[in-house]
């Protein structure tokens, strides 16, 4: 039997690429669409500003979608696998989705910025419960995701 994390740990590389681009999981989560929307909008705002490329892939299920539309990103078909695109990102950046966990590069969880003691409890172990040796950056603010990228860039 060959489960499906071994399949997309075989597909992707073992080594990081090393670029400025990111991939943004937009992903309905348990805080408000309105507010991950806010908070997605200035992420990319933010990062585009400082020269990063940003990529935004919604949930390949359209309930869980949430639909970001923002002029500084590009929109990527919500129907590919997150884990098939992962070669072509040096970061990725989510609240919750398990593929933070998968990904090979630097991967940020949103979930600290924002006072919800549950889900932030629930998402680490929930991503500790599938690989407790993957780091995941978890900034509580827009400036410290803003270091982490500089710090990482190309590293």
Known sequence: IIYSTDIVKKKTNDVPVKNNKILILADKDTISNQILNDN????????????????VKSHPNKDF?????????????STIPAELIFDE??????????SLVFFYGISISIINF???????DKTKKHFNGIDNNKIIFYPTNIDQLIDILKENIND
């Open 65 to 77: 979608r949430l639909n970001i539309i923002n002029k500084n990103s590009n929109q990527i078909d």
């Open 40 to 55: 997605y909008n200035n992420i990319i705002n933010m990062c585009t500003s400082i020269n990063f490329e940003c990529y």
């Open 89 to 98: 990102y040096q970061f990725i950046i989510g609240t919750s989705s398990t």
């Open 114 to 120: 924002f006072s919800d003691c549950y889900s932030i």
